[in-house]
């Protein structure tokens, strides 16, 4: 009877979790991509306070059809210790837990087949990262496309995965800084004084014309008034006499008799 070693109980519970690292101990792939704002055509609100604009990644996971493609939105600091494999969706990743404690989030995941190659005619290329506000504090929406909750810099990339393995990725993008507001103390005041200089002149003149206006005004009511009290006597009219004239009735003559 053939011996028979008895297997090591952690092995059965072991080997899925081995299968499941064995793609990921190969590495991704690289691709030779990096996400950049949208240039062409120009746009207005490239980037704002909360909010910038990527195109999309057209015609670069063409190898991975069965892939669902994420985007990774990371601080700049967070770059070098993001893990590939984190999850989506999970604690580590969450939106609304960024920036503190969490240095990077996934979002906006869809699959090849939003990103055709070729871009067919009139098709909107564009990914506005930030856009939703309706998510931004809702956690059971881990994958929330918020709005980006300072001016960054901010760095991203595009990652792959089939099922929850990563197979493939870009590299990162140049540091992305969003528009601030201008503080109060930092807009110049250069000029403020001649600008109140000039004010005060408009309004001396302003009160000069308007005193010179009713001058002129008073002026021609008086000399009217002038004009009416000289014209106001009337030469006494000369009686004139009626005669009366008595209306003697004609009567009409019988006619001559021939």
Request: aromatic residues 8%.
């Given at each position: 009877q053939p011996h028979s070693c008895p297997r090591h109980p952690g092995v059965s519970t072991m080997l899925p979790?081995?299968?499941?690292?064995?793609?990921?101990?190969?590495?991704?792939?690289?691709?030779?991509?990096?996400?950049?704002?949208?240039?062409?055509?120009?746009?207005?609100?490239?980037?704002?306070?909360?909010?910038?604009?990527?195109?999309?990644?057209?015609?670069?996971?063409?190898?991975?059809?069965?892939?669902?493609?994420?985007?990774?939105?990371?601080?700049?600091?967070?770059?070098?210790s993001f893990n590939n494999a984190a999850g989506p969706g999970t604690p580590e990743t969450a939106f609304q837990s960024f920036p503190d404690p969490v240095g990077a989030y996934m979002t906006l995941n869809t699959t090849l087949g939003s990103y055709p190659c070729p871009k067919p005619a009139g098709d909107i290329t564009v990914l506005r990262v930030g856009s939703e506000t309706s998510c931004a504090k809702d956690e059971k929406r881990p994958t929330c496309n918020g709005p980006l909750p300072g001016p960054g810099p901010y760095r991203v990339k595009f990652l792959a995965l089939e099922?929850?393995?990563?197979?493939?990725?870009?590299?990162?993008s140049?540091?992305?800084?969003?528009?601030?507001?201008?503080?109060?103390?930092?807009?110049?005041?250069?000029?403020?004084?001649?600008?109140?200089?000039?004010?005060?002149?408009?309004?001396?003149?302003?009160?000069?014309?308007?005193i010179l206006l009713a001058g002129l005004v008073a002026m021609?009511?008086?000399?009217?008034?002038?004009?009416?009290?000289?014209?106001?006597?009337?030469?006494?009219?000369?009686?004139?006499?009626?005669?009366?004239?008595n209306t003697h009735h004609v009567y009409d003559q019988p006619a001559a008799r021939l």
């Open positions: 979790l081995l299968l499941l690292l064995l793609p990921a101990a190969h590495g991704i792939v690289r691709l030779g991509y990096r996400p950049v704002l949208t240039q062409d055509p120009p746009l207005e609100g490239l980037t704002t306070a909360s909010t910038f604009v990527l195109d999309q990644p057209r015609c670069v996971f063409q190898n991975f059809s069965n892939a669902d493609i994420w985007l990774v939105v990371a601080l700049e600091r967070a770059v070098s099922g929850a393995v990563p197979v493939a990725d870009t590299d990162w140049v540091p992305i800084m969003l528009r601030t507001a201008k503080s109060p103390d930092t807009i110049s005041t250069a000029g403020s004084g001649h600008s109140a200089d000039m004010i005060a002149i408009t309004t001396i003149l302003s009160i000069l014309f308007a021609l009511f008086f000399w009217d008034s002038e004009s009416c009290g000289s014209s106001s006597t009337f030469s006494k009219p000369e009686s004139v006499s009626v005669r009366r004239y």
